[in-house]
């Protein structure tokens, strides 16, 4: 069996923003636990809804971009095709052209649908499209 391995150089990439310890600290005071299993430990982290990709705009790390969720559920998320899927449905992630700022997010541990806001706040909204307000 042949293996060929290619390589490429590295081009200069401006690396994606981060989200700071000090945003962070917000985006917990706002959610308070994993937005898909409700665990409040120190597994959260900040789940970008819409993908900060290579060099993304500063936008991508906006209050209402960012929700949290455990380490394992952002694994599952980036990982899996289904769960992905599943999280696009409940706003934890969103596809090309959805705005953050008008697309609800699901808390499934409260059981409520939320708008979330540049400014670390959220609001109760009806669920999106006729979904189901739950799981």
């Known amino acids: 069996m042949l293996f060929v391995m290619t390589f490429v150089k590295s081009a200069s990439v401006k690396m994606a923003p981060i989200v700071t ?10 959610d308070g ?26 936008s991508r790390s906006n209050a209402s971009n960012v929700v949290v969720v455990c380490s394992h559920s952002n694994g599952l998320f980036e990982a899996s095709e289904v769960a992905s899927r599943a999280a696009q449905k409940y706003g934890w992630k969103l ?18 649908w939320y708008l979330l806001d540049d400014k670390f706040g959220k609001r109760e909204t009806p669920p999106p499209g006729g979904q189901m307000r739950g799981l």
């Not at 310890?21 to 706002?30: D, Q």
């Not at 994993?34 to 060099?55: E, K, S």
């Not at 596809?95 to 409520?112: I, N, Y």
């Open 33 to 58: 636990h994993c937005y898909h299993c409700g665990i409040a430990d120190d597994t959260l982290v900040p789940q970008h809804r819409r993908n900060r990709g290579m060099g993304g705009s500063q």
């Open 95 to 112: 596809r090309a052209g959805q705005d953050p700022l008008t697309t609800p997010v699901f808390d499934a541990f409260e059981g409520v």
């Open 21 to 30: 310890k000090k945003e962070f600290a917000k985006f917990l005071a706002r």
